[in-house]
């Protein structure tokens, strides 16, 4: 089998740096070949901290560098476009990124949860691949994907079908089972089937919607977990056996954080021990592997690296993000992380090709093969089959020797099997066609004609005859036209089977209905309605449906209003809801063109049947004028519908695409959604906590007070982890500026950015005044009734 002999490529990714963060000192070098080097210098005042150690600048080679500013298309093609294409040719491949939390990893694999364009390596690359697998039709391909997260030494299915998965463990748990060759088996989780783009792209978001629900504060699984998403295809060829089977995981490691910091008890930075253990195995195996002569690799100490052992060392084709934040708090993660990458890019991987025979389609043609053998037996052995052949048989034989005798090609041959009888028959059933050319189907009235015009001329009445004459040429013509319209359609058909191999060409035989607000189909990616309403929590995807709207007390509710509005994500949500406007605006205008361009098409091929018809007319009323076979004007006409069907095709092209971002940007949405009624699901929960663990009565002039009774409604609410936060009072003085409602919850603090205001302050905007004060006093009002 072919084997290709590599090591594993690593590439590095600079994080743009925040507004606030000091940079580190650092250089790229893209100008040595082969590699790019990345040069980090030490600051003066960190340096110290480096004991034993008195290098201050850092050197490393990778195979390309992404300095700040790289976008994800970029990335793309020059990591994971190269392995992509290996794995549609029967390869395994890997992409893993590899570095500190906050570092990029998510946002190079996945991709950021803000813009379209910045959806990460995972989209691209199914993308790419759905694109690839439609334009070979030389085989057949199957694709599966999987999605697997290891917290702990645990590892759990994300693509749990089941709706409601609010934590970690509710997932399926994924063991790992070693065959007696030592091949690893990963027991209950799921292979997904996706058969296109749109499926595979909607199981990603349900994984990643189940990765996001299932992270607490407590279990930080975002930065603690590995994620592996695996792209499976299996392709063969049309009638044979032989079916190639190549994976790509694309990897999300844990972040790489070390416990001990440069400086802390002066500790060198190579013994700075991983918080995440599994990582630690991992350095462990690929320290074995860049070993020489090591024959033992521990790939079996983790969940992980068994997983990942074909990545390592193996069967495999595996590239190596190293994704830094290179500012100066982070100079020795961005450091470890190099050093790290430097290792790997010594391993060498042998990807082999991977083909097996399937039994199944084996015996299918071994089967043939006997059958064919027999035939040809009985042939040479001279054994002759003496029952007559069925009147069915027969007519399929007849069919057989007229699609041999219609088609043009040379290289046809008439196989009717090894049947002596059956090739008898055919030749007797030449033989009658060569001596009697069929006169049936094509009838030449004029014979008749002409027979009667001698009978008319004898009774010499000139003038009636060449009434008769004229009457006869009007029916021949008529007749004539009908079979040319037959002719036309038939030709028209043909011309349609051939066109609908294309999509595009399929969807301009039948209109095409971009109905915005109608269509509420589930596969329907165009329904307005739910682009324009986003308040409501109508999920697109009934997996994303969660139970908590029904739960949602009326105080809750608009606590959560209020937590939504200044939530922020929702400047996203809201920014890619006017996005969405405008894309549903562009695609119902290309599609409104689209139609237009059709019915174009439409009329110019009426036009071509039109002209066909006057010229056939013309040629039977004049038969003496000579009528050139070439007609400048339907040629003409041919040539525009070209230009006609170029653009068609140009435009249909950006409605797909188009139609690709809508998905994306309303699952963005809809995730966006989901974490703002997740993080306030959790401030929420804390807050009652918080509130039962001090139930005193708190006052204060720019306080709002809680209530003992309000608490009691809370202990009742927290039992169904949602309870009441606020803190109202009922002598609140609107007037009364820098009044706020507290938000007080440091995990929320950590977890949403500092754009996202956790207080409520009266602004003296007068609308966001009128709705806070609509607020507390719709509160006061439920306390009252609760009173
Ligand atoms: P990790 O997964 O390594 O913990 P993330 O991918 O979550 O890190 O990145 C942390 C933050 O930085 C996110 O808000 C992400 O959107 C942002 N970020 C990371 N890399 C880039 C980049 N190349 N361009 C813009 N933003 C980025
Ligand atoms: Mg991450």
Not at 360 to 376: F, G, H, N, P, T
Not at 622 to 648: A, H, T
């Amino acid at each position: 089998a072919a084997m290709v002999k590599e090591t594993i490529r690593v590439y590095a990714r600079v994080k743009p740096l925040g507004r606030r963060q000091q940079a580190g000192t650092y250089s790229v070098d893209d100008e040595e070949d082969p590699l790019s080097s990345l040069e980090i210098t030490v600051p003066r005042d960190l340096a110290d901290g480096f004991v034993n150690n008195k290098r201050e600048s850092y050197k490393f080679k990778f195979q390309k560098i992404f300095d700040q500013e790289a976008k994800q298309d970029v990335v793309f093609d020059s990591i994971a476009k190269p392995v992509a294409e290996c794995v549609l040719a029967g390869y395994n491949g890997t992409i893993f990124a590899y570095g500190q939390t906050g570092s990029g990893k998510t946002f190079t694999i996945t991709g950021g949860a803000e813009r379209y364009s910045d959806r990460g390596i995972i989209p691209r690359t199914l993308s790419y691949i759905f694109d690839q697998l439609q334009k070979d039709s030389s085989k057949v391909y199957t694709t599966h994907v999987s999605y697997l997260e290891i917290y702990n030494e645990c590892g759990y299915d994300l693509l749990d079908p089941r709706h409601e998965a609010s934590r970690l463990e509710d997932l399926p748990k994924v063991t790992i089972m070693e065959d007696s060759d030592q091949n690893i088996h990963l027991k209950n989780l799921s292979l997904q089937q996706a058969t296109n783009e749109e499926e595979a792209l909607n199981l990603l978001f349900l994984g990643d919607t189940n990765r996001m629900i299932a992270e607490t504060p407590m279990n930080q699984a975002s930065s603690r977990s590995h994620c592996i998403f695996t792209i499976h295809i299996s392709s063969k060829e049309p009638g044979s056996a032989t079916v190639r089977r190549s994976k790509l995981h694309l990897v999300d490691l844990a972040g790489s954080e070390r416990v001990a910091k440069t400086g802390v008890g002066g500790h060198l930075l190579t013994e700075a021990k991983y918080i995440n253990l599994s990582l630690h195995y991992l350095e462990q195996v690929i320290i074995a592997l860049a070993e020489k002569n090591r024959s033992h690799i521990p790939y079996r100490n983790s969940m992980m690296t068994s997983v990942l052992r074909d990545s390592l060392g193996g069967n495999c084709m595996t590239a190596m993000i190293a994704t830094l934040s290179i500012d100066k708090r982070n100079i020795d993660e961005s450091i470890s992380t190099c050093r790290f990458a430097q290792r790997v890019a010594l391993i060498k991987n042998e990807a082999v090709l991977n083909e097996e025979i399937d039994p199944r389609l084996m015996i299918v043609q071994l089967k043939k093969e006997i059958q064919d053998l027999k035939d040809e037996l009985e042939l040479v052995t001279g054994k002759e089959r003496t029952s007559e052949l069925s009147q069915e048989e027969l007519l399929q034989l007849d069919e057989l020797i007229e699609t041999f005798l219609k088609d043009n090609d040379p290289g046809t041959t008439l196989d009717v099997g090894a049947d002596m009888r059956k090739i008898k028959y055919c030749f007797i059933h030449m033989k009658r066609l060569m001596n009697h050319p069929t006169t049936s189907d094509k009838k030449i009235p004029s014979q008749d004609i002409s027979e009667e015009e001698d009978t008319k001329k004898e009774s010499g009445e000139e003038l009636e005859k060449l009434k008769d004459l004229l009457q006869q040429r009007d029916n021949e013509i008529n007749i004539l036209v009908n079979m040319l319209k037959k002719e036309k359609k038939k030709a028209q058909d043909a011309l349609f089977q051939l066109n609908a191999t294309s999509a595009c060409s399929a969807v301009l035989e039948q209109p095409l209905s971009i109905n915005l607000e109608d269509r509420q189909s589930p596969s329907s990616c165009f329904s307005l309605k739910e682009a324009k309403d986003f308040s409501s929590s109508v999920h697109r995807l009934p997996f994303l449906s969660r139970q908590t709207g029904g739960k949602m007390s009326l105080g809750c509710q608009e606590a959560f209003e209020v937590f939504k509005r200044d939530h922020a994500d929702s400047i996203t949500i809201e920014d890619n809801k006017q996005l969405l406007k405008h894309r549903f605006a562009e695609v119902k205008c290309l599609g409104e063109k689209l139609n237009e361009l059709r019915s174009k098409i439409n009329h110019l091929k009426g036009e071509i049947t039109q002209r066909h018809i006057q010229r056939a007319a013309l040629a039977v009323s004049s038969p003496s004028e000579e009528l050139s076979i070439f007609d400048p004007v339907e040629e003409k006409l041919r040539m525009q519908i070209e230009e006609e069907k170029k653009s068609y095709k140009t435009m249909f092209n950006r409605f797909k695409g188009l139609k690709v971002e809508i998905e994306h940007l309303q699952l963005l949405m809809e995730k966006g959604k989901m974490k703002i009624q997740k993080d306030f699901e959790v401030w929420w929960s804390e807050e009652a906590k918080n509130l039962q663990e001090k139930p005193e009565m708190v006052t204060s002039p720019n306080t709002v007070t809680t209530y003992p009774q309000f608490n009691k409604s809370l202990q009742h609410l927290s039992a169904n982890s949602f309870s009441e936060t606020t803190r109202v009072s009922p002598n609140e003085d609107p007037a009364e500026k820098n009044n706020s409602i507290t938000f007080s919850n440091p995990t929320l603090k950590a977890r949403t950015p500092p754009s996202s205001s956790t207080s409520i302050p009266l602004t003296g905007d007068s609308q966001a005044d009128a709705d806070i004060l609509a607020f507390i006093k719709a509160r006061q009002r439920i306390l009252q009734k609760k009173g």
